[in-house]
């Protein structure tokens, strides 16, 4: 299943109306609260099932809503949702009929919750997330006593959320584009690194172990990309910015049969020989070399040789 929608193409009349039923029938239930200017009504609706997961994207400007208990009692209600927020939004969930939890969501956290649970949005500036929907029989054997008590938030900037951004970003990337044995297997690994935030299960911290090391390996190879042009990239610079020992990051790395230093060289010397093979280019290869982060020419002709095979002066006149 592949859904995009958007209202662009609908009668402004029948524009609310019409998102919530695709946005009912499609994924689950909402009900919004408040009446926005039909006038100006634009939502959309990305949604890709990955296997046994479905990932989301969508936007739409109710500021209020939920999903009653109404909602749920209609919905399969089988899963878990892995959300991360766009915009400020004041959560309230009710995980039993006695218990009720208000959290305050900063744009880029993420929250784990069930979709059995009745819940309310607040926010300014409409609903805005991108979602995971894990199926209860994937990430109940990963937690602790197989249930969650309640909604766990992960907050943007922790270590921890710092490495479930660049997994979630990795699979939101790569997983529509794999066979669906091979797309469900990476969201799986992505389910035991929540299952880490939620509090693990004795086969969950096993299992989680692997799934760290692949999120921590993801979200160094996306720092690298970052700040690549930057002569200072050391392993400590990183391992401190992901908030991992340097001894982490290391092994990180280390199945992939390719160490730190080697990989940053790698993409490095590819980014000088993509710059000294462009038609227009007007740099000298000093000035190129220097650019991408190399700090001794002698070191980077070395490198570049033993990369290609070939001098850097090969591929346009050397310096005058």
């Not at 609706?45 to 936007?59: C, E, H, P, S, W």
Request: proline share 7%.
């Amino acid at each position: 299943m592949r859904l995009h929608f958007s209202t662009d193409d609908v009668p402004l009349p029948d524009r609310e109306q019409f998102c919530r039923d695709v946005f009912a029938t499609q994924v689950m239930r909402v009900t919004p609260s408040d009446r926005p200017d039909l006038g100006r009504f634009r939502a959309h609706l990305d949604a890709q099932a990955v296997g046994r997961f479905i990932l989301i994207d969508f936007q739409a400007p109710h500021r209020t809503g939920g999903r009653t208990a109404a909602d749920v009692r209609k919905d399969n209600s089988d899963r878990f949702q892995l959300r991360r927020l766009r915009c400020e939004e004041i959560y309230t969930t009710a995980p039993t009929r006695l218990r009720s939890e208000e959290f305050r969501l900063a744009p880029g956290d993420f929250c784990v919750s069930s979709c059995e649970w009745p819940y309310e949005w607040e926010t300014q500036d409409g609903a805005s997330a991108s979602v995971l929907l894990i199926p209860r029989t994937v990430l109940s054997p990963l937690v602790g006593g197989g249930r969650l008590t309640g909604p766990v938030v992960i907050p943007a900037r922790s270590p921890l959320g710092t490495l479930v951004e660049a997994a979630f970003d990795a699979v939101n990337t790569q997983a529509p584009l794999l066979p669906p044995a091979l797309g469900d297997a990476v969201l799986q690994n992505l389910s035991r690194l929540v299952a880490l935030a939620c509090g693990a299960s004795e086969e969950g911290r096993w299992s989680g172990s692997d799934a760290l090391r692949v999120a921590r390996l993801e979200a160094a190879k996306r720092h690298i990309e970052q700040h690549l042009a930057e002569p200072d990239l050391t392993p400590a610079h990183i391992a401190a910015a992901l908030g991992i020992s340097v001894r982490s990051l290391h092994l990180a790395f280390e199945p992939t049969g390719t160490s730190f230093a080697e990989h940053v060289t790698r993409r490095r010397l590819q980014e000088c020989r993509a710059a000294l093979e462009r038609p227009a280019g007007t740099r000298s290869i000093t000035d190129v070399a220097f650019a991408w982060g190399f700090s001794n020419l002698t070191t980077f002709y070395r490198a570049f040789h033993r990369e290609f095979g070939m001098a850097p002066g090969q591929l346009r006149p050397l310096d005058a």
